[in-house]
């Protein structure tokens, strides 16, 4: 969990100050693998909704414009992959390519 964490606070911090870029596109990865493999374990949609808003609070606690910023694309983007995920069987990178986040 603290990895994707960590994973997650790079991609917002990438997103909201970088343009899309090798890195970003893996970080991306990383997550939307870790949230996929959430949704094969008894892990509810609520849940993680809840988990990714618990990192957008930490960010605002360093910085407190992230906060907002990770919770707009929370409410934006989340719902995306989790469809494309389930629906869409997408894989990660697929679902990273979709939402833009890879070059």
Do not use: H, R, W, Y
């Amino acid at each position: 969990m603290k990895a994707v964490l960590a994973l997650l606070s790079c991609l917002v911090a990438s997103t909201v100050s970088a343009p899309k870029n090798d890195l970003t596109c893996s970080i991306c990865v990383d997550v939307v693998t870790d949230i996929d493999n959430f949704l094969t374990s008894d892990t509810t949609e609520q849940e993680i909704v809840e988990f990714v808003e618990q990192i957008c609070s930490a960010l605002g606690a360093i910085l407190p414009d992230l906060e907002a910023t990770c919770k707009a694309l929370v409410e934006s983007q989340l719902p995306a992959i989790i469809e494309g995920l389930v629906e869409g069987n997408l894989n990660p990178q697929e679902v990273c390519n979709s939402i833009l986040a890879c070059p």
